[in-house]
């Protein structure tokens, strides 16, 4: 029995995320600073988002709008009324002191999702959708990167007053073994919401998606544990071994006699464990009251009908959607969803490809490719448009499947277009008859074993042929034509 299963045979595990999404608006939330990415340090502040003296926040619609949409995808009730908080706490990366947030009255509550993973679906309930502000970004100069052990440390605020959406669930319970790979379901089918919506690029290597996440231990038929939370995890795969490990490390401590804190705690992807951070602080060391310089929401009920009913069509519907249409049996829908690659199936669909060859590249080749990179095949930097085109080139005969496949990875490395990749390398097939029955002449001669083996009626000794004219044309010819010139040279009927 592992650590793992020998935990899980004593304790219940409960889970649950705070998960961070940074809406993709043109400007911050409170002000008209630009929200672009990768822009040089402290170039899109302003007075309003470093918190000066006498200036005044203005409430970005646009943001208010995505975040009722989000709520409203995650079956959530939408307030009639509802304020923004400061939220009071001092660090570097907070330039006034304060975060603009939302307490006891936030946009959205009591929603749910509904998450398949295995042959069971769990429902996660959602206790809040609310809408704040993001904070700065520290930089610690030195060997270590973070705060200890740093010679100093830098703040960025281009990020401070992003709008930035919280969506907490409640407690999941009922898991059992599988907490961590349903903590990782749900977040990629939260993802995968947003990405529908078009609230964010949910980009989490970028920072736009992340997670706190919140694990405690009990024993069967007793009360909940104490829970850690879990900052800032911005992996898939590490939501799945943030829970694993704290699974362990909780069931460690309660089998040597000790007590779980409630404490925030760091992931550390090298090693997949968590470390320990500060005492988790409660609702009052907030000091949390009512925000002066904003006026109170009431979004008007008929806009918020109008939003639902412009929705468009979330995973779920689509999934069902496309078993129907491709004909996939629950068996196949089941393993796209695990891989990751329903959408993505639909996507390249929608962009004029043949379903049955949208599965299998996603399901074969660039899954493939996802876990030799160790990311989830919706991060990879190519788009469904762009595998259509590869599909579209291979069954026009302009490109082999092993030219495709060279076509997509150079969209992998340089995340250029497919046909400027397959122009630049030069991946179109070798149509010329004559540069394939000259390089068809040249594998005969150099190989008169072989050619004497098909000579005497042995056809499946061939194919060395026609791997020695693929190798010349470096794999531009077609196989299948190849074959046919061979045989026809050897004078054999196939």
Known sequence: MTVYEDALATYEPVFGLETHVELGTVSKMFCGCSTKFGAGPNTHTCPVCLGLPGALPVANEKAIESTIRIGLALNCSIAEWCRFARKNYFYPDMPKNFQTSQYDEPLCVEGYLDVPYGDQVYRVGIERVHLEEDTGKNTHVGTSGRIHGADYSLVDYNRAGIP???????????????????????????????????????????????????????????????????????????????????????????????????????????????????????????????????????????????????????????????????????????????????????ATVDAGAAGGEARNWWMGYLTQKANESEHEAADLPITPAQVARVIELVASGELTTALARQAVDGVLDTGSEVDAVVAERGLKVVSDTGALEQAADEAIAANPDVAHKVRSGKLPAVGALVGAVMKATRGQADAAAVKEILLHKLRVDA
């Open 164 to 346: 930035l959406v919280e969506i907490v669930t409640k407690p999941v319970p009922g898991a059992g073994a599988v907490a961590p790979e349903v903590a990782k379901a749900y977040v990629t089918a939260l993802r995968d919401i947003l990405r529908t919506l078009g609230v964010s690029d949910v980009r989490m290597e970028q920072g736009s998606l992340r997670c706190d996440v919140n694990t405690s231990l009990n024993r069967p038929g007793a009360e909940w544990g104490t829970r850690s939370e879990t900052k800032n995890v911005n992996s898939l795969r590490s939501v799945e071994r943030a829970v694993r490990s704290e699974i362990i490390r909780q069931a460690e401590v309660l089998n040597g006699g000790g007590r779980v804190k409630q404490e925030t705690r760091h992931f550390q992807e090298t090693t997949g464990t968590t470390r320990d951070g500060r005492s988790k602080e409660e609702a009052t060391d907030y000091r949390y009251f009512p925000e002066p310089d904003l006026v109170p929401m009431a979004p008007d009920p008929a806009w918020v009908e109008q939003l639902k009913a412009d929705l468009p069509e979330l995973p779920a519907a689509r999934r069902d959607r496309l078993r129907d249409e491709l004909g996939l049996s629950n068996d196949d829908l089941l393993k796209m969803t695990n891989a990751g690659v329903v959408d993505l199936v639909g």
